[in-house]
């Protein structure tokens, strides 16, 4: 049965299935991920939106830092576990995901971090932009994040103006942003940490990603024991939109 919050959209499968979770990026929200969300459900996964607080509908506090969003997303996901975790998330989610993995915050079969940066260095003129004029530095992330092709074509999804879709989920949580792009920007790991862990990882890049590079996704690539990085050759930051094809496992 479903269970639908201002904090998460949960659908249960069924109570052997795997279950996914999908972590959103800055200034978005759990409706990000509502396409692979219903894929995967019908695939005969359980999957698990999260609304992070101050996103979407959920109206608690904001967090500050990628640690906090971590543990806050670790408590939704063991009230919903299952014997097989797939932790799922997109730029800044993918740091929360990394984090709950590196801290023990949940039992993760696998973890998938699509369109990761390490560390995700956010340049001064933007985090500025995202304090004091939040639709210019929307527009200018759109525009960085995508490739000519997909703004002008949309996206291989039919129907679909790719940066007015991303805008309009973006404008909904634009009173998140500065505090999103500062905690990607202050979150800072120790590799010796990272080659600790276990956990199996699966990195998805875009080659024409300027917001985070392929080379980042490379290096945090290297760092880990087992992990292995997919690169989507035509494709810039927004990855599940631009290219779904290529991005479902």
């Not at 801290?103 to 304090?131: E, H």
């Not at 956990?199 to 992990?227: A, E, H, R, V």
Request: proline fraction near 3%; include cysteine.
């Amino acid at each position: 049965m479903p269970a639908i919050s201002d904090k998460y959209n949960y659908k249960n499968f069924s109570d052997k299935s795997p279950l996914v979770v999908f972590v959103h990026g800055a200034g978005c929200d759990s409706t990000f991920w509502s396409l692979l969300n219903r894929y995967y459900f019908f695939k005969g996964y359980s999957t698990l939106a999260i609304n992070l607080p101050g996103h979407g509908n959920n109206k608690e506090k904001k967090l500050s830092s990628i640690e906090e969003m971590a543990h806050y997303t670790g408590k939704i996901v063991k009230k919903y576990s299952s014997k097989k975790n797939i932790l799922v998330g997109h730029s800044m989610g993918s740091l929360i995901c990394l984090s709950m993995v590196m801290n023990n915050l949940c039992d993760a079969y696998k973890t998938v971090l699509i369109g990761v940066s390490l560390p995700m260095l956010v340049s001064n003129s933007l985090l500025n932009m995202s304090k004091k004029n939040t639709d210019d530095a929307i527009s200018n992330m759109i525009n960085w994040s995508l490739p000519t092709e997909s703004k002008l074509r949309g996206s291989h999804l039919i129907g679909i103006s790719l940066p007015n879709f991303i805008n309009s989920i973006m404008s909904k949580n634009q009173n998140n942003l500065y505090f999103d792009l500062n905690a990607c920007n202050k979150f800072i790991v120790n590799e010796h940490d990272l080659k600790r862990i276990e956990s199996s990882f699966l990195i998805i890049s875009g080659k024409l990603d300027k917001m985070t590079p392929l080379k980042s996704s490379s290096f945090l690539n290297s760092k880990l024991k087992k992990s292995y990085l997919e690169v989507i050759d035509d494709c810039g930051h927004f990855h599940i939109h631009e290219r779904s094809d290529k991005v479902r496992w």
